[in-house]
């Protein structure tokens, strides 16, 4: 079954970095796409990146194009956001996501985690 969660959030200025991180501890770890959302204070959640079961393909919202980088440990049962040069509207609880097709990862896959606040503020 699959189990995601996350850890990684907090508070940092704006230009820092935070790394968040999502673990599943089910068997199938390898056959899932992964993802991450993100929903700001007041807004709909929205998609921010994804990544293919075999980390050959990724996309990314425009908005966080060359700031952000998703990346996976199949070996770990992991994936990882980096974030960096952060902004203040970059504020949201992230959540991991997670489904066994590709082309479900764009509007939300079946699986989510419990979310994780990142805040930037100074």
């Known amino acids: 079954q699959v189990q995601l969660v996350e850890s990684g959030g907090g508070m940092v200025q704006p230009g820092g970095s935070l790394k968040l991180s999502c673990v599943d501890s089910?068997?199938?770890?390898?056959?899932?796409?992964m993802g991450w959302f993100r929903q700001p204070p007041g807004k709909e959640r929205e998609f921010v990146a994804a990544?293919?079961?075999?980390?050959?393909?990724?996309s990314y919202a425009d908005s966080v194009k060359g700031r952000f980088t998703i990346s996976r440990d199949n070996a770990k049962k992991s994936v990882t956001l980096q974030m960096t040069s952060l902004k203040p509207e970059d504020t949201a609880v992230y959540y991991c996501?997670?489904?066994?097709?590709?082309?479900?990862?764009?509007?939300?896959?079946?699986?989510w985690g419990q979310g994780t606040q990142v805040t930037v503020s100074s």
């Open positions: 996501n997670a489904d066994y097709t590709w082309i479900s990862m764009q509007r939300g896959g079946d699986y």
């Open positions: 089910s068997r199938t770890f390898n056959k899932l796409s």
């Open positions: 990544i293919s079961f075999s980390g050959g393909s990724t």
